[in-house]
């Protein structure tokens, strides 16, 4: 690939406008959108970003002929507030479901699928997580929100999902009603290959075991998180082998990779007439051995969890890999830009046309990213960041009360300690004092309560919060929830 693509989105826009010009009260044809997002996906598991083996055929194709980004930052490393971020174009802080993972909901803001709709796409979106359900708020601006999770988790029975084949096979029923003339946005999202590593049948052993740097056997936590071993609800078949587990997780990469491939092939010949507007990404990374974690996410901002595949192909953009970095909220821009909608209100991120043309993101930006309890600041080759940041309101109590650190790429590409960078801390500082208030979600069915619980997102049914967490709000009685 070359490093630069030249000018070819700045054509495809100018060319874009040149027909709607010369045609007075003609609408100009707008192109198809697909969003995929597969969960839980480190980026230096796909082939074309370094993975030695060829597990993710259908991703690398579309990074053949479109634009990667090699240094993706997710805003979050939890699935909900990384996944309103993308939609809405805020970093974690600045919406209302915040760094929490299932129990708030978003409010107030424009979303991605709204513009969509306003344009008059057909919406739809097709997901597979159960802290993505309708109650938080993503539903907003789909006319088809799919959230039906029909397979009890292998090691969590009260935990709901669904395998990549069935979410798929709705996506492309659905997308088969829709006339070709008319243009769709369909979000995808798929679950696999979040733990525990369970492909169908017909995948397992299509790798096999893969070595990770750490080789002895591990022990098994008694919890679903915590260092030195294996996650309760990661354990398979009593295998305490690393490798065993980095080889499922690699056959889950696969098969959801033949799934992205069927959906990608669908949308584009729905708008063959039209093209085709693709970006796949993942909502956060994977632990698998950094920093003493295994096969987990969620509890730092760490590069292994915070680096995601971002590829992107559209009509007119040439094939091109740029550094980066570049955030979720990011996508956002970008897909409105190139389907020539208006901009979304508010937006912090960019539409990328510049560093698509440049080959290149300006060094002096800084890209944040969250979880409970830390958030960072990602700028080319270091991050720093706050713990405890989610603990007050003031960033200076924070800073005064938590560690604070960064952290810098060395040549040989390990991540060291290093002095701290003032010019990120002053950045936190200002992205922290901007806090948006958290809103609360909607009452639960009793079965998803029990999908929370199953999470370790609530309590067990026997104990109760000694009180309301004062973060989350009360959500307003005339919302709807369905909007």
């Known amino acids: 690939m070359s490093a630069r693509t030249g000018t070819g989105l700045l054509c495809l826009l100018a060319a874009m406008g040149a027909a709607l010009a010369c045609e007075p009260g003609k609408q100009r044809a707008r192109p198809d959108v697909l969003l995929i997002t597969i969960d839980t996906l480190r980026a230096d598991y796909v082939h074309a970003y370094g993975f030695p083996l060829e597990i993710t055929p259908s ?25 309103a971020s993308i939609m ?19 409010h107030g803001l424009s979303t ?40 009890r988790e292998r090691n969590r029975g009260n935990y709901f999902e669904r395998i990549a084949e069935e979410t798929a096979g709705n996506a492309l029923e659905w997308l088969a009603l829709r006339p070709a003339a008319d243009p769709v946005f369909l979000w995808l999202h798929l679950q696999d290959p979040h733990g525990p590593y369970t492909p169908p049948a017909e995948w397992v052993g299509r790798v096999g075991d893969f070595p990770l740097s750490i080789r002895r056997p591990l022990g098994t936590l008694r919890a679903n998180s915590g260092r030195a071993g294996i996650p ?13 587990y980095a080889g499922r997780y690699a056959e889950e990469i696969q098969y959801a990779d033949h799934w992205v491939g069927q959906v990608i092939a669908a949308v584009e010949r729905h708008g063959e007439e039209r093209g085709s507007v693709i970006l796949l990404t993942a ?28 590829v992107l192909a559209a009509p007119g953009l040439e094939a091109a890999r740029i550094r980066g970095p570049v955030s979720h909220v990011d996508i956002a821009p970008t897909l409105i830009a190139l389907a020539g909608l208006p901009e979304l209100p508010g937006a912090r991120g960019r539409a990328l046309e ?6 290149e993101v300006a060094e002096d930006r800084l890209i944040f990213c969250d979880t409970d309890g830390e958030s960072a600041a990602y700028s080319p080759g270091s991050w720093t960041r706050v713990g405890g940041s989610i603990a007050s309101d003031r960033v200076g109590d924070v800073m005064q009360a938590t560690r604070a650190e960064s952290i810098r790429l060395t040549e040989t590409g390990k991540w060291r300690p290093s002095d701290l960078d003032s010019r990120a801390l002053r950045g936190l500082e ?22 929370l619980r199953a999470l370790g997102y609530l309590p067990p049914a026997e104990e109760e919060p000694e009180e309301p967490d004062p973060r989350a709000a009360e959500a307003p009685v005339s919302e709807n929830l369905s909007h």
């Not at 991703?59 to 996944?83: Q, W, Y």
């Open 232 to 244: 309760l609800y990661q354990v398979l078949e009593d295998e305490i082998d690393p490798a065993f």
């Open 59 to 83: 991703i690398d194709a579309l990074a053949a002929r479109g634009v990667l980004f090699e240094n993706a930052i997710a805003a979050a490393t939890l699935t909900a507030p990384a996944h």
């Open 88 to 106: 809405t174009s805020r970093y974690v802080r600045e919406h209302s479901i915040g760094s929490r993972n299932g129990d708030t909901r978003l």
């Open 430 to 451: 200002e992205y922290l004092e901007a806090r948006t208030p958290l809103v609360a979600a909607g009452p639960m069915e009793p079965q998803h309560i029990d999908e």
């Open 354 to 359: 510049e560093e698509i043309r440049n080959g």
């Open 283 to 310: 909502d956060h990374g994977e632990s698998l051995g950094e920093s003493g974690w295994f096969f987990q996410h969620g509890q730092s901002t760490a590069p292994e969890l915070a680096r995601v595949p971002f």
């Open 112 to 151: 991605l699928a709204e513009t969509f709709s306003e344009a008059g796409y057909s919406t739809a979106a097709f997901i597979s997580n159960a802290v993505l359900r309708r109650r938080i708020g993503l539903d907003r601006g789909f006319e088809t929100y799919d959230d039906e999770l029909p397979s």
